[in-house]
């Protein structure tokens, strides 16, 4: 897998980018900006739906999610550029495995809101209390990108040898 991914790296040219002077500093300074635009939008979103700052529509905060879904598409490149680069560095490393599983979480999370919620959400007048469902997915979502910030942050503390903790890996 290792070297599969290192192969992919290096025929795209990532690897090539990721090892010069400057590479890793502004991939990951995009990758936070990825990040900021997500949070900042999603995050902001689902405070709305918990009930902080009521005096603003819905469907007007709404209308920022796609700034969040292009945070998002920038942290998968580069996030996508970090792994292939380096993948020793993060199949094995717990941190990053939770990072995934959160990421996961989000995901099936944000599919629940707009098969179940949306619809509720959309029509929800500015000061009005949404229910309950939509109020714990929200909570959720930012639970688990709350997660996706911590356990991101861990991966680069947190790579010790992989016959220590990884019982599959060797």
Known sequence: MEDALLNFSQQMGIYSI????????????????????????????????????????LAAMHKLVPVGVFGYLLNVITGTMFFTSVPDQYLYNPAFQTKMLFMLGAGINVMFFYSLCYREVKGTAAGQQLGSRTRVLAGISLLCWMGVITAGRLITFYRPPTYIWCFWCS
């Open 18 to 57: 990721m090892n010069t002077r400057w590479g890793w500093p502004i991939i990951e300074s995009l990758h936070f900006f990825g990040l900021c635009l997500l949070i900042g939008t999603v995050g902001l979103f689902d405070l709305r739906m918990l009930g902080f700052v009521r005096s603003i529509p």
